[in-house]
């Protein structure tokens, strides 16, 4: 197979915990070459799974090599600029003041390298009155109103089950990442691209935020049903319960054909969207006298045969065996050369032109390739000996 799209860049990734290391990781994923720096002797303690090889470490760094370094000492110091000199990049999402005290800060680094593309996920923005706050996903999902939507009615703020704020702001930043990088074709400049997991929960607020900024209605918990496309919700079934999305003139009508329902398609009090709405908890409960009728699998196949969405509800090991996740090859394969074979979470982007690797490289132990980096910049094995015995790598 050919290059990735991303071969020719070089990326220096400072980061820690789970917003920076995503998007790292789709540079990584991609083909870009990504040294992590990291404090000699550091400890995973920033992952789900403490140890090192656990499924979280594994997960978010691969693709990456290792190079242990003191940044608090100057010949560490000193090392990481002259790895500057030759980046592309570098990312970070240190609290807003230890850049600046370590001296890794864009303005710092600009002056050696004018082509860098510097990348900072913060909690709450780089500058504000909470700039210097410390930030994590669960308080930017509350600050961010993601918790207030989310739950059944009257049941109080509730978190989403993934770091969402955390996986949407790396998106997000290596997305602004790319576009730097293309803008620097033209100006032959680098930039400094930042966001913060509290940008990124109020974009993903999408058409609730919306709701509110131009019609001025504040949403609430809507549980399982579609706070504006009804019916849309969980259903349950003779065997269990799935989702049906009917919402819409055309898919109402479509599902009270397939379901034997006409009836309710002359029923004055859901004639319209709105009336649906208004009377989302009557039409709901007449829905699932049907529905729980017969099992799942019926329901699914009959109704998405005549085109109204439907599915299951899996829980995550039911998603791996899924014939259409397992096509899509979500779960990709690794080797660990202590763990042996391994699966990790696939990339969610198809190019006809550069598929995926076939394989993913397993995440490297601290410090793994210290002599290669190093190496490169001229040291030689006494030098790198010296350095790792005075605990600079």
């Known amino acids: 197979m050919g290059r990735l799209p991303l071969s020719r860049f070089s ?5 820690h915990a789970r ?33 090192r090889e656990g499924f979280d470490f594994q997960n978010l760094h691969r693709n990456k090599k290792s190079l242990s370094l003191n940044l608090k000492t100057e010949e560490g110091l000193l090392i990481f600029k002259r790895l500057v000199e030759r980046a592309d990049v570098v990312v970070e999402n240190f609290r807003s003041t230890v850049k600046y005290r370590l001296g890794v800060d864009y303005e710092s680094l600009r002056k050696i390298n004018p082509r860098l593309v510097y990348g900072s996920i913060s909690g709450f923005g780089q500058t504000g009155p909470y700039a210097k706050r410390p930030g994590v996903d669960q308080i930017a999902q509350g600050m961010g109103g993601l918790m207030s939507i989310t739950g059944l009615p009257g049941q109080g703020p509730v978190r989403v089950g993934i770091p969402m704020d955390d996986l949407c702001a790396g998106l997000l930043l290596a997305q602004g990442i790319l576009m730097a990088l293309i803008e620097r074709e033209e100006t032959g400049e680098g930039q400094w691209v930042h966001t913060s997991l509290l940008e990124a929960q109020v974009f993903m607020l999408d058409f609730q935020a919306a709701r509110w900024l131009l019609a001025g209605e504040v949403a609430g918990q809507a549980g399982n ?3 504006t496309g009804i019916p849309t919700g969980l259903f349950p079934t003779a065997d269990g319960q799935i989702n049906i ?17 006409r009836d309710l398609l002359q029923d004055p009090l859901y004639a319209s969207g ?27 196949e009959l109704l998405n045969e005549v085109g109204v969405p439907c599915g ?14 397992m096509h899509l090859e979500m779960a990709r394969p690794s080797r660990h050369r202590r763990l042996g074979p391994l699966k990790l979470v696939g990339q969610a982007i198809n190019m006809t032109a550069t598929p ?23 040291f030689s094995e006494a030098e790198i000996e010296d350095l790792a015995a005075r605990q600079i790598i």
């Not at 790292?24 to 400890?43: C, H, N, S, T």
């Not at 003139?249 to 329902?261: D, H, K, P, V, Y």
Request: with cysteine.
């Open 312 to 325: 299951p509800i899996y829980t995550i090991d039911q998603v791996f065996a899924d014939p259409q996740v």
């Open 225 to 227: 049903d579609h706070p």
């Open 245 to 261: 999305a009917a919402s819409g003139a055309n898919l109402w009508e479509r599902f009270c054909a397939a379901a034997g329902a």
């Open 356 to 378: 995926e690797p076939e394989e993913l490289s397993a995440t490297p132990d601290l410090g793994e390739h210290k002599e290669e980096v190093l190496m490169e910049l001229g």
């Open 19 to 51: 917003a920076g290391p995503t998007a790292v990781r789709q540079l990584a994923d991609w083909g870009a070459r990504v040294i992590k720096v990291e404090p000699p002797g550091a400890m995973s303690r920033d992952v789900i799974d403490s140890r």
């Open 274 to 300: 709105p009336l649906r709405s208004k009377n989302r908890k009557s039409l709901n409960e007449k829905i699932a006298l049907i529905i729980r009728e017969r099992p799942s699998a019926y329901w699914i």
């Open 11 to 15: 990326v220096l990734d400072l980061c």
